[in-house]
Every structure is written in structure tokens, then in C-alpha cells.
């Protein structure tokens, strides 16, 4: 008679990938088929190793179910390609001076070579990513930002995402750059946040994600261990006004309040630095950013 053989022990690290995959379930049965808006930018855009990774994040969410939709910048390659072009990069206030010159530019590198780029590192995955930008199928309406005295710097004066619904439908991932015209047809240089927080509201999307290079809202700007998990919209709203969200990440802050009132279900601002940021902050229970949701409660 043959004796039983002792069970193989699994290797530690399988065992670690099964009890994450056990961990993400009841979250990817929650968000599966809801739509979630995430703003690509910093860091992660740069590094080719954080690149490839939120690619895979990306590409994950959607073979799950997720329906993704990504706003990028670009704001150093603009710089780089200015400088080839011995064109001096200004800015005032904390904005781009956008001069049609440089408007021509910001176009060229966001619309024709960034935006393509993302595309393409989806598409390599196993994606099908399309690359849009605010113009196309008058996505994104936009109107000059302020008094006009950084050009054609804009702001967001309409959004209809009529032309991606089809898209989310046929699990298509629609990459879109930040430019749009105006209604005279003249291209605008718009922030992604802001671009990524209106359409998120447009959507009514589950969630929106802003990739940065800072772990969260911190209690204490000079300590990344005071960082604020979760709050309420309220609480958001007295950081700001208390002035512990200041400098950057006000406008960050703001683009949450904004979506959040607007009718999405949760904002996060999360660190790209991290690998598999993304996944991190969706899939697992204590997520790695900060959330920010109508009403107090829990991730």
C-alpha cells in the first residue's frame, strides 16, 4: 500500500499574491462595471518603472470589469520641447503663460505625442485604449482661466461625455489630454485636475483618483507619518480654510470638493510614486492615499 504523500507547503510569496487577490474580491465585485476617472501625471508619467506599472494597473481594472478613463498633462515634456525650441517657459501665479506660440506647442506634445505614447503602452498590455482630447466630439468646451493674463490658459466652461459612453460600453479606455476650444474654436491649455474632476462629474463616476507626487493630505506638511486617511467633504472644505491644505495641494483639494458635490461617490489623492498605486488604493482595505467622500465613513 502506497503512503500518503505530505502536502507541498506553498511558497511564501504565492501565498502573499492569493491572500491579496482574496483581499481585492469584494471590491472588484463592487466596482465592476462603474466608472472611475483617474488623473495621470507627476513622477509616474516620468520613471519608466512607475510608468509600466500604472499601465498594468490600468489594464487590470479594466479586464475586471472597471471601466477607466485617464486625463493626463504633461508638463515636462512641454518644458522639454519648448527648450528645443528655444522658446523660454513662463509662468505666473503657478500657471503656464500660454501664448499661441507656445499654445502650439502644448498641442503638438500633449495631443500628438504624450497622449499617444499612453495609448500605446495600454494597447501593448492587451488594452484597447483610443486617444481623445477635450475637442474631440466636443468633449470638453473650454473658456479663457480668469482675466486672460496668462493667454490661452483655459478653464472648463462645459462637458459632454456623449462620446465616451460608447466607448466605456464596448470596454474600449479612453486616454484624454487636458487641451479643448473655446467656442470661437480656439485651443486652451487646461490643468488635468481640473479637466479629470469635471468629466469624473459629468460621468456621475464611482470614483476619481489623482496621481501625485505627495502621499496625501498630511495633518503636518513636514511629516508623511500625519497622513489623513479619510474625511468627509466638510472636513476637506475647514483644511482648507484652516490652511493645513495649502500651496499644491489646494487646487487638488478643491477639484475633490468640486467632483464630490458634483455627485461622485469618492475622490483620492494618492502618491504615483508608489508602484501599483492605483491597485493599492482601489483594491485593498486600507489604501495607501487619502479619500474623500460626501459624509464621513470607512474606506
Request: hydrophobic share 45%.
Amino acid at each position: 500500500m502506497s503512503q500518503a504523500q505530505d502536502p507541498v507547503s506553498p511558497d511564501r510569496s504565492d501565498t502573499l499574491r492569493v491572500s491579496v487577490l482574496s483581499e481585492a474580491l469584494p471590491y472588484i465585485q463592487r466596482f465592476s462595471g462603474r466608472r472611475v476617472v483617474v488623473k495621470y501625471g507627476g513622477a509616474a508619467m516620468v520613471r519608466e518603472d512607475l510608468r509600466d506599472a500604472v499601465y498594468r494597473d490600468l489594464v487590470l481594472l479594466a479586464s475586471v470589469g472597471v471601466k477607466p478613463v485617464v486625463v493626463h498633462g504633461g508638463g515636462p515634456e512641454i518644458n522639454d520641447w519648448l527648450g528645443r525650441l528655444n522658446i523660454e517657459p513662463q509662468f505666473r501665479n503657478g500657471l503656464r503663460v500660454t501664448t499661441p506660440e507656445t499654445m502650439d506647442v502644448v498641442e503638438m506634445v500633449l495631443v500628438g505625442r504624450v497622449n499617444k505614447q499612453i495609448v500605446n503602452g495600454l494597447n501593448r498590455l492587451g488594452a484597447r485604449a483610443v486617444g481623445l482630447c477635450g475637442s474631440d466630439g466636443s468633449l470638453v468646451r473650454a473658456r479663457t482661466y480668469g482675466d486672460g493674463a496668462n493667454g490661452l490658459v483655459g478653464d472648463v466652461a462645459a462637458v459632454d461625455p456623449a462620446v465616451l459612453l460608447p466607448l466605456l460600453d464596448a470596454g474600449y479606455i479612453p486616454v484624454i489630454s487636458s487641451v479643448a476650444a473655446d467656442q470661437e474654436g480656439q485651443a486652451h491649455n487646461i490643468n488635468a485636475d481640473t479637466v479629470a474632476g469635471e468629466l469624473a462629474a459629468a460621468l456621475q463616476a464611482e470614483k476619481l483618483i489623482l496621481l501625485t507626487d505627495t502621499p496625501g493630505i498630511l495633518r503636518d506638511r513636514q511629516d508623511p507619518e500625519s497622513l489623513i486617511r479619510s474625511l468627509s467633504l466638510a472636513a476637506a472644505r475647514e483644511l482648507i480654510a484652516s490652511g493645513v491644505v495649502a500651496g499644491g495641494m489646494t487646487p487638488k483639494t478643491e477639484c475633490c470638493i468640486r467632483a464630490l458635490a458634483q455627485g461622485v461617490s469618492a475622490a483620492h489623492i494618492v502618491d504615483g510614486r508608489t508602484p501599483h498605486a492605483l491597485l493599492l488604493e482601489v483594491f485593498t482595505d486600507a489604501g495607501i492615499g487619502t479619500m474623500v467622500v460626501g459624509s464621513s465613513r470607512s474606506r
